[in-house]
């Protein structure tokens, strides 16, 4: 008895380390869902008519609904970089996506803190399986998922590999495994178009995903599910939007594009569904907080045009944009018995916020880091603390800028370009431009840009200099 007393004692203590909200309730499993290019206006629940997504819509009347939310940046890579290490586009190790020219911008390094090593620490057992795209083979391992806190890892490490949804390898942890598909034309990142499709490449990471949780049941756990739907095959032009069955979409008068869009959303609703089901047949589901999103806004590629599905909703922009369209996302959370049911915050919360939230449930401390913790959000209470700003910087796009500090929101389209300034409060669609009636908003925002980050060696900013002088 006296044994069990102490072995008691120990685990309160692991529980309760922090000083919030989460020393309250027991560590919860984590899982994160991350979808690939799925718009604001992507979801039943964020008003979309024309696809169907009866499982996150029933997530989102069984939890809470962020109309608030934002991504790390409007591109993939440094998107999930701010998820992983907690910081915005001013501090974060990757702030664009550098494919080939340069790997190691692409790639996280030893000395970073991400959350599955902080979690790993903390006892939990990790696992990503989907696509990564912050390390790979060769002259970015500092950045592989196992060298990164997680003890598994299943899906693609190169994003240009995760292009392919019917690839001729995937990798488990460092070793490739080997898929019936066939691709003439594969590159040296894994990139191309298959002409013999045996192997559909998210159902193999779904199947992996509900694996892992049932190996891992016992015991708290943190998964990162990272589905590669919907983004486009680029490498296959028009023909982009792969998927083995358009389903209910088939005899629709669409485009081909827009029909195979509808359909991986709808497959991606489904597989969402079938780990829910899991939690709840383990009997899981009250031990496991589920957060879905999406990693930056709707694509216009691969012949799938989001204007006529309304996939950024009633924002202006997507992908590539800094305005709200390319960084506002979908996010729903879902914890029976602790998040409430049914429920909408327009708290506004940044990926970066990830990290000292998965901190508080584990019991332990963040860190340094540019988030918050948005534990009393999810646990239906008081929201103290609230970011003086957000930041976000592009550079594919000419280093672009944006910041939001309150209702006030400061776009730039490149160095020595004047910015432009927006309301939210009365207009969410960046509409109207208010730069002129306000100068003195825009001189703060501007000095918060400017105080908001730090120069990285891996992605000067461009000479503001017009060309030529």
Not at 6 to 24: D, K, M, N, R, S
Request: aromatic share 8%; glycine share 12%; net charge neutral.
């Amino acid at each position: 008895m006296r044994c069990l007393l102490v072995l008691l004692a120990v685990a309160g203590t692991l529980i309760g380390h922090g000083t919030g909200h989460a020393a309250t309730a027991p560590r919860p499993n984590i899982v994160f869902i991350l979808a690939d290019d799925l718009g604001y206006g992507d979801l039943g629940c964020y008003g979309q008519t024309h696809i169907r997504t009866p499982r996150l819509d029933r997530m989102a009347a069984e939890g809470l609904r962020f109309t608030r939310a934002y991504a790390g940046s409007t591109v993939c890579a440094p998107s999930r970089c701010s998820l992983m290490t907690g910081r915005h586009m001013g501090h974060a190790r990757v702030r664009g996506n550098a494919g080939r020219a340069n790997p190691l911008a692409q790639a996280l390094r030893a000395e970073d803190r991400t959350v599955a090593r902080l979690l790993q620490q903390a006892g939990y057992t990790t696992a990503l399986i989907g696509k990564w795209g912050l390390g790979d083979v060769g002259a970015a391992e500092s950045g592989l998922p196992r060298r990164q806190g997680f003890d598994y890892f299943f899906g693609y490490l190169n994003q240009r590999h995760a292009h392919n949804y019917h690839p001729t390898f995937l990798w488990r942890n460092e070793a490739r495994v080997p898929l019936r598909n066939t691709v003439p034309n594969e590159d040296a990142d894994g990139a191309g178009v298959s002409d013999n499709r045996a192997e559909y490449a998210p159902d193999l990471l779904t199947a992996e995903a509900l694996a892992f949780i049932r190996r891992a049941q016992d015991r708290p756990f943190f998964l990162y599910f990272c589905p590669i739907i919907p983004h486009a095959n680029n490498e296959a032009g028009p023909a982009g939007m792969e998927v083995p069955d358009l389903g209910e979409y088939r005899d629709r008068d669409w485009p081909p594009a827009q029909k195979a869009h509808a359909a991986m959303v709808t497959r991606l609703d489904r597989d969402v569904g079938r780990i829910l089901d899991l939690l709840r047949e383990l009997g899981l589901e009250e031990r496991t907080l589920v957060i879905f999103s999406s990693d930056n806004g709707p694509h216009r590629e691969g012949g799938f045009d989001p204007a006529r599905t309304g996939s950024s909703g009633p924002l202006r922009g997507i992908k590539r944009d800094l305005y709200e369209g390319g960084i506002r996302v979908p996010l729903i959370a879902r914890w029976p018995g602790h998040v409430p049911a049914g429920a909408v915050t327009e708290q506004v919360i940044a990926f970066w916020d990830f990290f000292p939230t998965a901190a508080e449930l584990a019991g332990v401390e963040a860190g340094p880091g540019d988030g918050l913790s948005f534990m009393p959000t999810l646990l239906g209470q008081p929201q103290e603390k609230q970011h003086e700003y957000l930041y976000w910087e592009f550079f594919e796009g000419g280093f672009k800028q944006a910041i939001l500090a309150g209702t006030w929101k400061g776009v730039r389209g490149g160095p020595g370009r004047p910015w432009e300034l927006y309301d939210l409060a009365s207009d969410p669609a960046e509409t109207r431009d208010l730069a002129a009636v306000h100068p003195e908003i825009v001189a703060r925002l501007e000095q918060l840009a400017r105080t908001a980050r730090a120069n990285s060696p891996d992605w000067p900013v461009p000479d503001k200099r017009p060309p030529g002088r």
